[in-house]
């Protein structure tokens, strides 16, 4: 108690050469969701549901982090979208 600490620090610079969109393979089942929709849920009784979404929804934030990576500089936002890539490495 009393201690200063902050839970969401502001990001960093990082090597963000690419991120991953994965598209849902089969509508949810029962009551399932997503990370983000449970940590939001958990964030909201400890009074920083703001704080953690900073007002965007899911896609809101896929489409900030490929801002800020190197995405932009190979495909635009419309084909990040709708790519499929399949890797098997």
């Given amino acids: 108690m009393g201690q200063d ?19 849902k393979c089969i509508e949810p089942l029962g009551k399932s969701k997503s990370d983000y929709q449970i940590f939001t849920l958990l964030s909201d009784p400890l009074g920083i549901k703001e704080q953690f979404t900073e007002g965007r929804d899911e896609i809101q934030w896929v ?9 932009p500089k190979v495909m635009n936002w419309k084909e990040f979208q709708t790519k499929v890539i399949i890797s098997c490495r």
């Fill in 63 to 71: 489409k900030r982090m490929y801002e800020v990576s190197d995405l």
């Fill in 5 to 23: 600490f902050r839970l969401f620090p502001p990001p960093q610079p990082v090597n963000a050469r690419v991120i991953v969109l994965q598209q």
